[in-house]
């Protein structure tokens, strides 16, 4: 706790002032939702892309001032292509540091970028061909943890790249053989393990996940059977015994992993009941390595034990799917994000002569929706709303405010209070072997 102490201009934890927190929001729920959340390494920046290909840095997201009362700068846009697929901060980001301030992203019909956090100018990319030599795209990007490698996953592969070494050259790694063995399909997600960089793990559309060497030819063990329509997110426990397994689709959820004998203790099922959400869906580990926040298709965000997968507390941060959540690396600060993709419906002769009597109106949508450019700093209990304490710190807001009912919002939400500590000295041996 010594690290959040120091900082002077914090809020003290269980006290009612507000936040100046950094929020933005579409012009309206369908016209540019999120797609995910990301701090940096240090996080001094937050990364986000929208549904428009463009990435969009954010800096400083706490204000400036020594009441944190000044709005943040707008942030850092850079297009990405026509549709992006991933995006990973480079691990040895520091604000100190201007050149280690980078990350990668991969969209349809480019090669992989490295992008300049601070300028937005592209420093280098690195290309893919297929077996027929045309470049081709990769769906999940991850860096090694030491910031050397570079792994893309494409369809039944994974090409290894030297980080300072951009261009063609690559090293594949085979994920599925003509035979029928491996991982069938394309490589949606991958993750480094935070303990050794050459231990890999990746996730296919075909539902398996597979633990990888880099330094040898074929998977260490797989994980087959996944539930749900495929594994599309990833993620390492602080003591790199545990992978936790997220997939889409109807029946998808989070599965824990222990990746030492291969059994999978729980799984966390997807909230709420009945959810079958096909975009990807963000979860994050807790610094302590204790609790895992992941949200929900109702708006909420969920916490789980991460000894036994049973749900600890939840909270509505948004009226709409949070799909991105990620857990500030050294402060008590959640980012969430919101959105997915709506289709217009033709409207009926009825209700166009219901829309010519009143249909000037705008509807509880439209009065919510702020301008991305145009957004306001809000802060928690500024909308005068009931508040309720939430046993994990999570400030709690009643659904009649606004901060639990934003359509395709970004939000950095305060953890006011921490019965757990997010923040304490990480202790593997606290993880799974209690109760499992």
Not at 13 to 29: E, G, I, M, R, V
Not at 137 to 147: E, I, K, M, N, V
Not at 213 to 232: K, S, Y
Not at 391 to 400: I, V
Request: aromatic share 6%; net charge negative; charged share 15%.
């Amino acid at each position: 706790m010594g690290a959040i102490q120091d900082i002077s201009h914090m809020p003290p934890p269980n006290t009612q002032k507000p936040l100046p927190l950094h929020l933005a929001a579409s012009a309206a729920p369908n016209s540019n939702f999120f797609k995910g959340v990301q701090w940096s390494p240090d996080g001094t920046f937050l990364l986000t892309c929208n549904d428009d290909a463009v990435l969009r840095v954010f800096s400083n997201v706490l204000g400036t001032g020594p009441d944190l009362g000044e709005a943040p700068p707008p942030p850092l846009g850079i297009p990405g292509g026509e549709a992006v697929y991933d995006y990973a901060w480079f691990p040895g980001t520091a604000a100190g540091d201007p050149a280690s301030c980078c990350f990668a992203s991969t969209g349809r019909g480019h090669p992989v970028h490295l992008w300049d956090a601070c300028s937005g100018a592209l420093r280098c990319s690195y290309v893919i061909h297929d077996a027929a030599d045309a470049p081709t795209a990769a769906h999940s990007l991850s860096f090694a943890p030491d910031g050397g490698q570079l792994a893309a996953g494409l369809d039944r592969g994974i090409h290894l790249f030297d980080t300072a070494r951009p261009g063609h050259a690559s090293r594949r790694l085979p994920t599925h053989a003509r035979g029928g063995e491996g991982q069938p399909g394309i490589v949606a997600a991958l993750a480094h393990s935070p303990f050794d960089p050459g231990w890999l793990a990746a996730g296919t559309t075909g539902g398996a996940a597979g633990l990888y060497d880099a330094r040898a030819p074929e998977a260490l063990c797989l994980l087959q059977g996944c539930a749900g329509a495929g594994v599309n997110a990833l993620r390492w426990s602080a003591d790199g015994n545990f992978l936790y397994v997220g997939s889409r689709g109807r029946g998808g959820g989070v599965a824990c992993w222990d990746v030492r004998g291969g059994a999978v203790p729980y799984v966390i099922p997807r909230a709420p009941a009945g959810a079958a959400p096909h975009q990807r869906m963000q979860f994050d580990v807790e610094p302590a390595g204790r609790h895992l926040a992941a949200g929900g298709c109702d708006g909420a965000v969920r916490w789980y034990d991460l000894r036994d997968g049973s749900q600890a507390d939840a909270c509505f941060v948004a009226g709409d799917t949070i799909n991105g959540v990620s857990i500030h690396p050294a402060l008590p600060l959640l980012a969430t994000a919101s959105g997915h993709r709506r289709f217009p419906l033709c409207p009926s002769s009825s209700s166009s002569e219901e829309e010519g009597e009143g249909g000037d109106e705008p509807g509880p949508a439209s009065d919510r929706s702020l301008d991305l450019a145009e957004a306001p700093a809000l802060g928690l209990g500024e909308q005068g709303g009931q508040r309720e304490r939430s046993p994990l710190g999570l400030a709690r807001c009643s659904q009649g405010d606004d901060p639990a009912h934003g359509c395709n919002v970004l939000r950095v939400w305060l953890l006011e209070s921490q019965p757990f500590d997010l923040y304490s000295e990480r202790s593997g041996s606290e993880h799974g072997e209690a109760k499992m």
